[in-house]
């Protein structure tokens, strides 16, 4: 469930194949869902998505996401969760997961 939460947008080609997928972080909960394009008009984004990131209720990951670019070189985009508020690493110390496109 998405519930009340901040949320962060990004979207781009991911997977290669013309089509424009969206990235969606949502903060509460410290989720990451994408969207596989072509996306256009209305989303109902409690069925149309994949999960792929879950932060257990640590922090709150999902604040900001963005598809990186092609960093190995193989097609797929990666992408980068932001988490600043993970306390994991002591007081304030924040966290960053990076997901490798071939894993979507």
């Known amino acids: 469930e998405l519930g009340d939460s901040s949320y962060?947008?990004?979207?781009?080609?991911?997977?290669?194949?013309?089509g424009v997928d969206l990235l969606l972080g949502a903060s509460t909960g410290g989720r990451a869902y994408l969207f596989k394009g072509p996306v256009s008009g209305v989303v109902n984004i409690m069925t149309n998505y994949?999960?792929?990131?879950?932060?257990?209720?640590?922090?709150?990951?999902?604040?900001?996401?963005?598809?990186?670019?092609?960093?190995?070189?193989?097609?797929?985009?990666?992408?980068?969760?932001?988490d600043p508020s993970n306390t994991k690493g002591g007081g304030q110390s924040g966290s960053a997961y990076f997901i490798f496109g071939n894993r979507l």
């Open 8 to 18: 962060a947008i990004d979207a781009a080609d991911q997977d290669g194949d013309g």
């Open 50 to 82: 994949s999960q792929i990131f879950n932060s257990e209720g640590f922090g709150s990951a999902g604040r900001s996401t963005k598809f990186l670019g092609d960093i190995d070189g193989d097609g797929r985009l990666e992408i980068g969760i932001g």
